[in-house]
């Protein structure tokens, strides 16, 4: 329970328990390790630090947008004093990664798991590349592409579990038709995204749910995300699929901005030039207050998809809004 000179490990989640992410990384763990566990009901980036500082928190976990919410906050004094030592992160942005660590004087420790992935988990403790999920045993994942073939080194394709133990069941329950696209042919497949480097790291990219497909190419929304994220004036954003004139997709992106910032819409276009591919470079933005979320803090695309473009988005090939 000790913790050096720091004192008592104290854990705090602002993510809802029905969630792997607080049940196993918070709630759980906090009561495996017999140490004190704060629940906070919601996600606030204006409050995040005073609470977790009035319970002398020093493990807490994140997903998605936070940490770059977090790190686009004004800085302060509490930077440097806040009593988080150890951030559990799932989707860290690589780009905030070690500016995050040096700013708040903390570590991140990037984890993976699916919620229905057959307890399959994989976590970078530092010992990984920064960006990297970590690196589990060959022989006990594949990474498959479309055609449902081995993806090479550093090509994306979608993680699957091998389901080692003869005769273990994996099942969605009284859900056939689910279990069945789940589990086939010996492996759980999970819906995500990754690729491995040389040395057997893996990566996540985005979900196969959420991938777009542009002038040929495959586009991850989670990437286009992570890109945008990095302009000083975005504080939030959402990539997603919108029907194309022609056939396949185009990409649209909403977008937050940070108090009292503007953006113009080919200003972001220039500022993306040579960040991402030009066929991932959104056509359509639109700038919102909001976006639609889950209680997990995940972006709901399809009501953004359903909404689709709206009469307020800028359409930057044809230089107006619709």
Known sequence: REEGSRGV??????????????????????LWLNIPVVLEKKFSAGKFWRQVNKYKATVVNTVGAMIPIL???????????????????????????????QRFKLTIW???????GGQNFIFNMGNAPVGSIGKIAKSKYRILNEAGQDCSVKEPGELCFKILEEGKILEYYKNKKATNEKVRDGL??????????????????????????????NVSTFEVEQVIQGHPAVLECAA????????????????ILM????????????????????????????????????????????????????????????????
């Not at 989707?91 to 905030?96: E, G, L, Y």
């Not at 997603?240 to 977008?255: G, K, N, Q, T």
């Not at 276009?269 to 976006?291: C, E, H, M, T």
Request: with cysteine; glycine share 4%.
């Open 259 to 322: 108090e009292d910032k503007t953006l113009d819409p080919h200003e972001l276009q220039n500022w993306l030039d040579g960040k991402l591919a030009k066929f991932a470079i959104p056509r359509y933005i639109r700038f919102v207050q909001s976006l639609p979320k889950t209680s997990t803090h995940r972006v709901i695309k399809n009501t953004l998809q359903e909404q689709g473009i709206t009469a307020d988005t800028f359409d930057v090939e044809t230089d107006h809004a619709q």
């Open 71 to 101: 790190l686009k906050n004004p800085q302060r004094s509490e930077d440097q004093e806040n009593s988080i030592r150890l951030v559990l992160s799932a989707a860290c942005p690589v780009d905030c990664w070690k500016e995050f660590e």
């Open 9 to 30: 490990l104290h854990s705090f989640t602002c993510l809802p328990l029905f969630h792997a992410n607080a049940l196993y990384l918070s709630f759980s763990a906090a």
């Open 110 to 116: 990037e984890c993976y798991s699916a919620v229905d």
């Open 240 to 255: 997603y699929a919108v029907p194309s004139e022609l056939s396949e997709d185009e990409i649209m992106v909403s977008i």
């Open 188 to 217: 759980l497949h999970t819906g995500d995204l990754v690729y491995r480097d040389k040395k057997g790291y893996l990566y996540f990219v985005g979900r196969t749910t959420e991938s777009m497909r542009r002038k040929g190419e």
